[in-house]
């Protein structure tokens, strides 16, 4: 059973302390509400609210080809649509059905730009608690999410502990390193300098679709490793029957385009098709803002308030959220007494190992939800009790029940 709606929640405001009248969420709700099985995904950075494959999606749905974690989610798979009642709900300031800068401003009856209010993760979190209210859900069986989503998988721990039994964080962090904050700074600034952008307000004439995605490009560099571009492209030419992106320079006939490029090139066009610049601004905003102690003076006096169980899932190839990062999360859990297990994946998929792996993803999502920590498919990085040994991470690659 599988519903797709969008619910107004009235006023809403926000941290930066502006309010619009009105907060449309748009949200997916999959399988059957018992009353203790709810389960809440949080999409990343460009995600959804259309999570799993629905029998009527007949294709796009939400503006995506495809759902985007539909070998995780669904009848039968990790999160079993079957047992549970999965809810994925679309975050303020996107643009796929809940009110952002592309949605009209009920004051002036144009669209929002860059008159919408700022967003961060908290904004998320708390429109989510207001729209599992409004479905009649209390407490939840766990919260799940991947990047930008497990920091928001974060933020409901110490915003909201007392709701969550279980918590899955894969491939995030506390908090964004300078060199990702620098790289969204140039992805952002891609698309504030494009001509087309006119301070946001470039509805209804030509978009910034160049700045946009330059920015897309940046960002898919940062989700692959170096050794996965080195399989998928290596230095190979794409060929002479490939188009350029870009015009080319009057030299650039004497140098091959290569298949890195037109990856590049091929990615951006279609996310041009899909995403709204300013959404983009708005969303990387928000991911950058997050910092876990904010207001706290740790990280784990930011989870000392949680009882329930949280599962960290992280990745060797992922150099936008390490491995390292992942563990300093997973002492400061323990520093808490937060019962916590840090699963680490052997993978040269880099960041996108989350969205591509779901044979090895699913499996300790699946023992989470079922048995909890205990789970035959997680391992942690915490020595046994007896042993002495500095931090060596146990690198797992596939799993099986």
Not at 115 to 131: H, I, K, N, S, Y
Not at 187 to 207: K, L, M
Not at 227 to 232: I, L, P
Not at 292 to 321: C, K, N, R, V
């Amino acid at each position: 059973m599988t519903t797709k709606e969008t619910v107004d929640l009235g006023e809403f405001q926000f941290e930066s302390g502006e309010s619009i009248p009105n907060l449309e969420v748009a949200y997916e709700t999959y399988g059957d509400f018992t009353g203790d099985n709810a389960v809440l995904v949080c999409h990343a950075l460009t995600g959804s609210a259309h999570v799993a494959r629905r029998p009527d999606a007949g294709g796009e749905t939400a503006g995506q080809a495809r759902a985007w974690w539909g070998d995780v989610v669904g009848p039968g798979k990790a999160i079993d649509t079957s047992e549970y009642y999965v809810v994925c709900a679309n975050a303020p300031g996107s643009c796929y059905g809940t009110t952002g800068p592309a949605s009209e401003n009920p004051e002036t009856g144009e669209p929002y730009g860059t008159d919408f209010p700022p967003v961060t993760v908290g904004d998320w979190t708390r429109a989510q608690r207001e729209l599992l209210d409004a479905l009649g859900v209390g407490r939840l069986h766990a919260v799940v999410g991947g990047s930008v989503g497990g920091m928001n998988v974060l933020d409901w721990l110490r915003r909201f502990p007392d709701d969550v039994e279980r918590a899955g964080a894969v491939a995030t962090a506390a908090r964004l390193d300078p060199q990702c904050l620098a790289l969204d700074t140039v992805a952002r600034r891609a698309i504030t300098s494009d001509p087309n952008w006119n301070g946001g307000h470039y509805y209804g004439g030509p978009e910034p679709r160049d700045g946009l995605a330059r920015a897309r490009q940046i960002g898919h560099i940062m989700y692959l490793s170096k050794a996965s571009m080195g399989r998928k492209f290596g230095r190979r030419s794409a060929g002479r029957e490939a188009v350029r992106g870009d015009p080319p320079d009057s030299a650039a006939a004497f140098f091959p385009y290569r298949e890195v490029e037109s990856y590049l090139d091929y990615q951006a066009d279609k996310f041009t098709d899909r995403f709204d610049a300013n959404s983009y601004l708005y969303m990387t905003r928000a991911m950058d803002d997050f910092d876990l102690s904010a207001g706290y003076e740790s990280d784990a006096d930011a989870l000392a308030a949680f009882e329930g169980e949280l599962l960290l899932l992280s990745f060797t190839g992922d150099w936008h959220f390490t491995v390292e990062q992942a563990e300093a999360l997973a002492e400061a859990c323990r520093d808490a007494s937060v019962d916590v297990a840090h699963h680490v994946i052997e993978s040269d998929h880099g960041h996108d190992a989350f969205l591509v792996e779901p044979e090895t993803v699913g499996p300790p999502l699946s023992d989470l939800l079922e048995t909890g920590l205990e789970g035959r498919a997680i391992t942690d990085t915490a020595p046994a009790a007896d042993e002495t040994s500095d931090f060596a991470p146990v690198h797992t690659s596939l799993f099986s029940k």
